[in-house]
């Protein structure tokens, strides 16, 4: 049996993710659009998350220099009381929901997020944040279906859900054939002493 080569870099974001209750709340209201386009390529529910700050792809050995720093950060937080609604597009390719309750407190945790990055000398596209859930991407050759589904989850209003961990997350995206998948390096509950 061959040795499996460790990949020496890894694709790496900060994130919130609802909780489950609420993440089926919103699968329960895309029903009617996993059936009528069946050709998007849609998100697994279990990797919906709100991205705080994509740091793309690091060496591995950087990773563990955010954890302590973030665990931190956590520690001192409340959990955020968010809820998705609605729906829109991207560029008529990216299917999102909405997020919308303490959005004061998002963008104040998105900051202190990207500010422990930057103390750990770590360099990353420092975009406006544009709080959302992506479902599904289109495929190259369609431009309508995802314009179409934004709108049929238009009066989509789920309930208010806290935000009750921070997670540090790698994505296998570029690193074979088959469908994104997200997996947590760690996660740490707001509020919580760090350990």
């Not at 740091?55 to 955010?66: D, I, Q, R």
């Not at 998105?110 to 990055?117: A, P």
């Not at 179409?148 to 859900?161: D, Q, V």
Request: charged share 25%; aromatic share 8%.
């Amino acid at each position: 049996m061959k040795d499996q080569i460790q990949p020496s870099t890894v694709r790496v974001f900060i994130a919130l993710a609802p909780p489950d209750d609420a993440k089926e709340e919103l699968a329960r209201e895309l029903r009617p659009a996993y059936a009528a386009y069946p050709r998007l390529r849609w998100n697994r529910i279990e990797d919906w998350h709100i991205t705080l700050a994509f740091l793309g792809e690091l060496p591995v050995a950087t990773v563990p220099l955010l954890q302590q720093p973030l665990a931190d950060l956590a520690a001192v937080n409340e959990p955020l009381r968010l809820a998705l609604r609605g729906g829109g597009h991207f560029d008529e390719r990216v299917l999102w929901s909405g997020v919308e309750g303490n959005l004061e407190g998002l963008h104040l945790l998105t900051k202190e997020v990207r500010d422990v990055v930057r103390a750990c000398g770590i360099a990353f596209e420092d975009r406006p944040l544009r709080p959302h859930l992506t479902l599904a991407r289109s495929r190259r050759d369609d431009t309508s279906s995802v314009v179409e589904a934004a709108a049929g989850l238009a009066a989509f209003t789920g309930r208010p859900w806290p935000a009750e961990r921070l997670h540090l997350v790698a994505s296998n995206i570029g690193r074979g054939p088959g469908p994104i998948h997200y997996r947590d390096i760690e996660a740490w509950r707001f509020g919580a002493e760090p350990s």
